[in-house]
């Protein structure tokens, strides 16, 4: 039996893999009341978690909006605004029983008519925009078959289903008539234990308590309301300005510490300091198998060897990051073939060849490979909403890199929201740089699934009928082992035999704090900060 002892145990040793679990340890009994002050390093496009693309902003996010489920450390389920779930034989009718005394912070009561609201929603797609493609276009019906019982009927067999409708944020039905309903805001009432009150765009998002909170779920620290009577998340995007902020008392915490500052927090008696990795996809660059020099396989596979990443990885974050290697985290077990790490060889005398080989003989006056008269130029697109933990020194070392070490002019282009859209969907790039937190392999789907049959953010544009084939009979199984049997090979197919991506980075969190605060943790399994609900401040002196 899972007590909650058990659980809390699990999430403890989950959330200091690289930090001390005693810098974090409770050396006084938690008090109510106090305000926390948090600086943070993301700014979100969208305070909407149904449409949030960016994963630092789940940090302030999920004190407001709260799902059917909670995972434990071992990847399991317990229950939250749930109490129970039933998935039936053949994997295509999925059965969630609510809790009867949840509210949203207007008022509103949580019960099965707003739960299908929430899901079928998402299969509009001039709301959802796409978001979650695989899901939400296996889900064939949503009904409420009485006050508090949801039943979810797939059109077929799909494996991921239970980690999306498990982890959906939902949503106050009152929401979905406000003019903030893409946007977010105030009016898009959660369940959390906090409630949005304001967002000043370019200065701070703030929360106060919910005082009627009373259902968090046995992964929690403590039952009840949360212990802050306010969080406050001021946006300060420069890693040594929240440095600054930190060790001169403006704020309380921080998050996204930059590899030179580890050394200021690590050991230390002021400041507690612990990491975390994510789930889901490592930050790559994904090659335009589509478009420019990257439609050939011998320019990717140059452009893998040509780059010395553990070398630029050392020099940009002093050691604080961990090597990627494949298609998703190697926190998660179930997914993640181990056997491909070390596969991706830095040999530039390979990377020369291949080119040479390919044609791009000749040099230009500034070095660069050309071949027809044209250079070897490929452009990076990094959205300007994602730049976050030093990434753009990390692409102008890789830049430096390809030039060089093979004469390959890879450029960067910094891009706002609406152009990122725009090139994306015409597939004008050389290269996208991106990471993703999702689980179950939902996240595999999105990035290898062809473009015109859900694969929405296949920045590699890859469209090989075996990606296909390994993802549909992956979803169409419930057999862990053959699940990651067919995952490892699409891994192996995608990043060692046709250079879709070069795996640069696994994403992770950092988190510096006063030692006057405690109770800040990471969520269970996926390993995002959690939220503010077990957070106490000791008094001020």
Known sequence: MITRRTLAGLALALAFPHGSPHAWAQTAQPRAGGKLVWAVETEPTTLNPQLNGQDKTKLYLRNVYESLLARTADGGYVPWLATSHQVSGDGTAYTFTLRDDVTFSDG???????????????????????????????????????????????????????????????????????????????????????????????????FVRNPAYRWVPATAGHQGPAYLEEVTYRFLPESSVRTGALTSGQVDVIEGVSGNDA????????????????????????????????????????LNAAIDVDAVLKAVYRGQRTRAWGITSPI???????????????????????????????????????????????????????VRDQRDVLLQALQAQARQNAGIDLTIAY??????ADRRASGRFGAIANSNTPTDAIDIENHYLPLDRGGALNYSRAAAPELLAWLQEAAGTLDPKARFDLYARLQRFAITDQAYALPLYEPEDQVAASTAVHGIGFRPFKQLPESAHDIWIEPRT
């Open 332 to 386: 998660d077990p179930q997914f993640y073939d181990r056997s491909i790490e070390g596969s991706i060889a830095f040999d530039p005398q390979r990377a020369n060849r291949l080119l040479d080989e390919a044609g791009w003989a000749a040099r230009d006056a500034a070095g660069f490979r050309t071949k027809d008269g044209k250079r070897l130029s490929v452009e990076v697109v990094q959205a300007q909403a994602t």
């Open 415 to 420: 891009v706002d929201t609406g152009t990122y």
């Open 108 to 206: 509103r009561r949580l019960d099965a008519d707003a739960v299908v609201l929430n899901f079928t929603r998402l299969k509009d797609p001039a709301y959802s925009g796409g978001i979650s493609v695989g899901p939400v276009a296996r889900l064939a019906q949503a009904r409420a078959l009485d006050a508090h019982t949801v039943e979810f009927k797939l059109d077929r067999l799909y494996a991921p289903f239970l980690d999306f409708a498990a982890s959906l944020e939902i949503l106050s039905p009152g929401a979905y008539g406000s003019p903030q309903l893409k946007s977010g805001g105030p009016d898009i009432a959660g369940t959390g234990p906090f409630i949005l009150v304001r967002y000043a765009r370019g200065q701070e998002i703030r």
């Open 263 to 302: 050394g200021l927090f690590k050991g230390s008696t002021q400041f507690s300091y612990a990491t975390a990795l994510n789930t889901g996809t490592p930050y790559s660059l994904f090659w335009n198998t589509t478009y420019g020099p990257t439609q050939e396989p011998a320019v990717r596979r140059a």
